[in-house]
């Protein structure tokens, strides 16, 4: 028996026997088993990892994206919008100048201009964000603010923005520091009203208040796997300093504010006649620090977000455009389901203004064009894939018998 067991091959690191194991590979002077072999992956990965705490991708001017190069780059997926992709590309591309000057040591010390997007739902705040993350050789994320709230309550707390950060940068603390954040929704944690209430404002005033060590720049201990399911984790130390934050939201109503602002100036004989020049079908185009603060954002969040942008509200060719023209647009994207099922997809040119009209009567901004079509093309989607077409064409009667359809079978269940 023991002769036998001195016979077997054994691990040269355990030294177990290869019934013992799982299996063992065969070395030029000796063996390991697959227990040893998983052991030392993670042994080795461990050090890299370690060694690469530290380490960042090294910037080079010449290589950066220029503010005409990113915009163009948004072009092609973003319809409109031009103040908008102006700010956003000088932005993004003076944050990477600030982290190379960090890198050389200068004496002026360049601060980040965090970034506030304000539009109407619909108008591309969240797609412009999504589309940038494309082009960007540092780390981005995009949180909602609807579900943060004040420590202790039921939601996530402040910290979990960054905690999204260091995992998109694989927990590289060096990597997230330079990072870049988009807060949607932003507006959804504007105060509640001006007047003092006995109960308080969690997910209101309270998250702004959270919110401002993080945008200034402060060491904040973020915990990795997020704060109160894991409350034994150790924390993670973050500097803020560099990370770049471009807020978005939709501020629903802020147009009376910017209205009432506007109307408290017209006195006189010269005040009328510049009144009269204001777009009153487009009021965002005028929006001011002061019509935030009148929306309930406080005046210490306004302040660390210096850079005001808006976006405007989508015109008829706007729609229009946006319907086919951009790389991801609805309808390609449609028509590349159906290439999948080998039928060829058509549109009747009336179809596309019959779903821009509808947009407009809904209200909705682009968001509308893809339930509208989406409507439209349900029938035709569960159908065609069975029945072995190779070619579909979409007209106008379709698309508005499928769209009647749709809303009476609404009403009924109304």
């Not at 028996?1 to 063992?24: P, Q, Y």
């Not at 990892?49 to 973003?78: A, H, M, R, W």
């Not at 997910?203 to 894991?230: A, D």
């Not at 409507?375 to 579909?392: G, R, V, W």
Request: include cysteine.
């Amino acid at each position: 028996m023991a002769d036998s067991k001195k016979n077997k091959n054994r691990c040269s690191f355990c030294g177990r026997t290869e019934d013992e194991v799982g299996f063992l590979i065969t070395g030029l002077n000796g063996f390991i088993c697959d227990s040893c072999a998983t052991q030392a992956y993670e042994i080795v990965q461990e050090a890299l990892g370690s060694g690469k705490k530290g380490s960042t991708k090294q910037l080079n001017l010449q290589e950066l994206p220029k503010p005409v190069e990113i915009k163009q780059f948004l072009d092609q997926y973003v319809i409109g919008q031009d103040d908008a992709k102006r700010f956003l590309a000088v932005s993004v591309y003076n944050h990477y100048k600030r982290l190379l000057q960090k890198e050389s040591g200068d004496d002026v010390e360049i601060e980040k201009s965090n970034i506030i997007m304000v539009g109407s739902t619909g108008t591309g705040k969240t797609l412009l964000a999504r589309t940038i993350a494309k082009l960007l050789n540092v780390p981005f994320t995009i949180v909602d603010a609807t579900v943060l709230t004040e420590a202790g309550y039921v939601g996530e707390d402040i910290e979990s923005i960054l905690t999204r950060l260091l995992q998109v940068a694989d927990y590289n603390v060096a990597e997230a520091e330079r990072g870049i954040v988009f807060i949607d929704e932003i507006d959804k944690i504007a105060r509640k009203g001006d007047n003092p209430s006995i109960t308080r404002d969690v997910s209101g005033e309270g998250v702004q208040q959270g919110l401002l060590k993080l945008l200034e720049g402060s060491v904040v201990n973020v915990p990795p796997q997020g704060g109160r399911k894991h409350p034994e984790q150790k924390m993670i130390p973050v500097n803020t300093k560099n990370i770049l934050f471009i807020c978005g939201g939709a501020f629903d109503g802020i147009e009376k504010k910017i209205a009432q602002r506007l109307n408290t100036h017209v006195v006189g004989y010269n005040s009328v006649r510049n009144a009269a020049t204001i777009d009153r079908n487009n009021l965002m185009q005028y929006i001011a620090p002061q019509d935030l603060k009148a929306f309930g954002l406080i005046p210490e969040i306004i302040g660390r977000l210096p850079v005001l942008t808006y976006l405007n509200p989508l015109d008829r060719n706007a729609l229009r455009a946006i319907l086919t023209e951009p790389k991801n647009s609805i309808i390609k994207q449609y028509v590349k389901l159906f290439e999948m099922d080998g039928v060829k997809l058509d549109f009747e040119d009336a179809v596309f203004e019959y779903i821009v009209d509808k947009a407009i009567e809904y209200k909705l901004g682009a968001r509308g064009l893809r339930s509208i079509v989406e409507t439209i093309m349900m029938d035709a989607m569960f159908e065609i894939p069975s029945e072995h077409k190779d070619h579909f064409v979409v007209t106008l009667d379709y698309a508005r018998h499928q769209l009647e359809k749709a809303n009476m079978a609404r009403l009924q269940n109304a």
